[in-house]
């Protein structure tokens, strides 16, 4: 039976998914590594969140955020308009499917970040994803590379950076293990962020090939 067919997109969407706890920052390195839509225009990093929050000063509504009101963002949810959603502080934030459709009217690719279980929703022949697990090294690679580094942790309250704890090596390598096994049919890459420089390029290698040659998908897909 033929399962999949080689195909050449040039509208497909690029969900990066994270190696780590799913209620929030974990820091195995994403934002570090989405630096690398700097090199590349046709890549659109932007998250396109929704919010309920209120509008800072310095803010702008569809720069930042676009921002709703509580009632219009629940009644988009009951309508399947989010990809993903969550609540944060008593405010909604989530990515929209117009958002990642008017990228793909662009003919630009979809750089977006999201939990692992929101990848079977995406894997459809309209976005036809390719999708990159951002895996932890051992934690011996975690305690020697992020020694200077710090994260963010969901628990801290004014969300301040600090220092990476040994709790957090542990989390982040539990869950990437996690999701490894729940998940690991829907990845089509997997890269172990140890070294930065030789992480990055590695995705810079894989966004390369993906722009020149074709790569498989299901056969259903390109039949529909
Ligand atoms: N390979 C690496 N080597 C050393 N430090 C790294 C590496 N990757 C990321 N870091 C550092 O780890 C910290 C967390 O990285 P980053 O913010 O990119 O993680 P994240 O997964 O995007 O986190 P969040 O879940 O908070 O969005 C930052 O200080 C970053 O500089």
């Given at each position: 039976?033929?399962?999949g067919?080689?195909?050449?997109?040039?509208?497909?969407?690029?969900?990066?998914?994270?190696?780590?706890?799913?209620?929030?920052?974990?820091?195995?390195?994403?934002?570090?590594?989405?630096?690398?839509?700097?090199?590349?225009?046709?890549?659109?990093?932007?998250?396109?969140?929704?919010?309920?929050?209120?509008?800072?000063s310095?803010?702008?509504?569809?720069?930042?955020?676009?921002?709703?009101?509580?009632?219009?963002?629940?009644?988009?949810?009951?309508?399947?308009?989010?990809?993903?959603?969550?609540?944060?502080?008593?405010?909604?934030?989530?990515?929209?499917?117009?958002?990642?459709?008017?990228?793909?009217?662009?003919?630009?690719?979809?750089?977006?970040?999201?939990?692992p279980?929101?990848?079977?929703?995406?894997?459809?022949?309209?976005f036809?994803?390719?999708?990159?697990?951002?895996?932890p090294?051992?934690?011996?690679?975690?305690?020697?590379?992020?020694?200077?580094?710090?994260?963010?942790?969901?628990?801290?309250?004014?969300?301040?950076?600090?220092?990476?704890?040994?709790?957090?090596?542990?989390?982040?390598i539990?869950?990437?293990?996690?999701?490894?096994?729940?998940?690991?049919?829907?990845f089509?890459?997997?890269?172990?962020?140890?070294?930065?420089?030789?992480?990055?390029?590695?995705?810079?290698?894989?966004?390369?090939?993906?722009?020149?040659?074709?790569?498989?998908?299901?056969?259903?897909?390109?039949?529909?």
């Open positions: 039976m033929l399962w067919v080689k195909c050449r997109t040039t509208a497909a969407a690029f969900p990066l998914v994270r190696g780590g706890v799913t209620e929030g920052p974990v820091g195995v390195g994403l934002n570090e590594l989405k630096i690398v839509d700097q090199r590349y225009p046709a890549l659109w990093c932007h998250r396109y969140l929704h919010t309920t929050r209120a509008r800072r310095q803010e702008s509504d569809g720069v930042e955020y676009t921002f709703i009101s509580k009632h219009l963002f629940e009644t988009d949810v009951q309508n399947n308009k989010f990809i993903e959603y969550g609540e944060y502080k008593n405010n909604y934030y989530g990515t929209s499917v117009d958002s990642v459709r008017s990228v793909l009217a662009k003919n630009k690719v979809c750089l977006l970040d999201i939990q279980h929101t990848v079977k929703h995406l894997r459809t022949s309209e036809k994803p390719y999708v990159i697990f951002i895996k090294p051992s934690i011996e690679r975690l305690r020697e590379t992020r020694k200077n580094a710090k994260i963010i942790s969901s628990k801290d309250e004014k969300g301040a950076a600090k220092p990476f704890s040994e709790e957090d090596f542990q989390e982040m539990k869950s990437g293990q996690i999701m490894e096994v729940q998940y690991g049919h829907l089509d890459k997997v890269i172990v962020n140890d070294d930065l420089t030789t992480a990055y390029n590695e995705l810079k290698t894989t966004f390369d090939k993906l722009e020149r040659e074709a790569f498989w998908v299901p056969v259903s897909w390109v039949h529909s």
